[in-house]
């Protein structure tokens, strides 16, 4: 059919993408984190061991796509510095969450390291790393929300300037480049939801019982199948 027609090769594209096979990958390891603790409160039926193993699996296969990220987000920081669209708070907050998550990164790939006995490191040790990385993670979702809401500030304003001449008089916008806008504002709306949906992931995982693991691995599932959504909206 046209729809199988149209599917097949946006699936293709998806997963050819690192950031859709790691987006896809933290989607299973969040649905068996959410099953494992459903089964812990005997929610679900199901008690399947390999449950753990494919959740721990995924994780470590994120970090290995995530390896090289950091070149990723300088590319970021030199085109936000670049961009003369933006503000300099814009600019500030961007090039802070990028920052954030490279700090993020490098922690994590020490805790990589240890999983492979390459980088011996103690348990109060591997704490403290996790804590510092899970830190940055917090710190990211902060900035990207503070440059998201200035964002969406400066297109709300875009649009009132667009539609302040009435179609069809001299000097109007075409109604497909207000369309566009409007676009751009769904996405950063989209990108919102899911930043403020992780952050009791982040907490959880920052100070593990402040919440419950079923409501952080329930969060974690539903951010997850958002970061899917937007990965597969840009294919």
Same mark, same amino acid.
């Given at each position: 059919?046209?729809?199988?027609?149209?599917?097949?090769?946006?699936?293709?594209?998806f997963f050819s993408k690192t950031a859709g096979r790691e987006k896809a990958c933290r989607l299973l390891q969040y649905s068996m984190n959410t099953l494992i603790?459903?089964?812990?409160?005997?929610?679900?039926?199901?008690n399947y061991d390999w449950f753990s193993e494919v959740a721990s699996n995924m994780s470590i296969t994120r970090k290995v796509l995530r390896f090289t990220k950091h070149l990723d987000l300088l590319t970021a920081i030199s085109k936000t510095?670049?961009?003369?669209?933006?503000?300099?708070?814009e600019k500030f907050y961007r090039c802070a969450a990028s920052l954030?998550? $490279?700090?993020? &990164?490098?922690f994590d790939h020490l805790l990589y390291f240890s999983k *492979?006995?390459? @980088?011996?490191?103690?348990?109060?040790g591997g704490d $403290?790393?996790? &804590?510092?990385?899970?830190?940055?993670?917090?710190?990211?979702? *902060?900035?990207? @929300?503070?440059?998201?809401?200035?964002?969406?500030?400066?297109?709300?304003?875009?649009?009132q300037l667009m539609k302040a001449v009435p179609q069809g008089q001299e000097g109007s916008y075409p109604q497909s480049e207000i369309d566009a806008v409007q676009g751009d504002q769904r996405k950063i709306m989209l990108n919102i939801l899911r930043c403020v949906l992780d952050i009791p992931v982040c907490i959880s995982a920052?100070?593990?019982?402040?919440?419950?693991?079923?409501?952080?691995?329930?969060?974690?599932?539903v951010t997850s199948f958002l970061g899917v959504v937007q990965?597969?909206?840009s294919c």
């Open positions: 059919s046209a729809m199988a027609g149209d599917t097949i090769p946006h699936v293709i594209t603790e459903l089964n812990r409160k005997s929610l679900v039926p199901w510095l670049q961009n003369t669209n933006l503000s300099s708070a954030s998550a $490279m700090i993020y &990164f490098f *492979l006995s390459i @980088l011996k490191m103690s348990t109060k $403290m790393v996790d &804590f510092l990385a899970n830190l940055a993670w917090l710190f990211e979702i *902060l900035f990207t @929300l503070m440059n998201d809401f200035m964002a969406m500030h400066r297109l709300q304003l875009e649009i920052l100070s593990p019982g402040t919440i419950s693991p079923v409501s952080a691995a329930s969060f974690g599932f990965v597969w909206k």
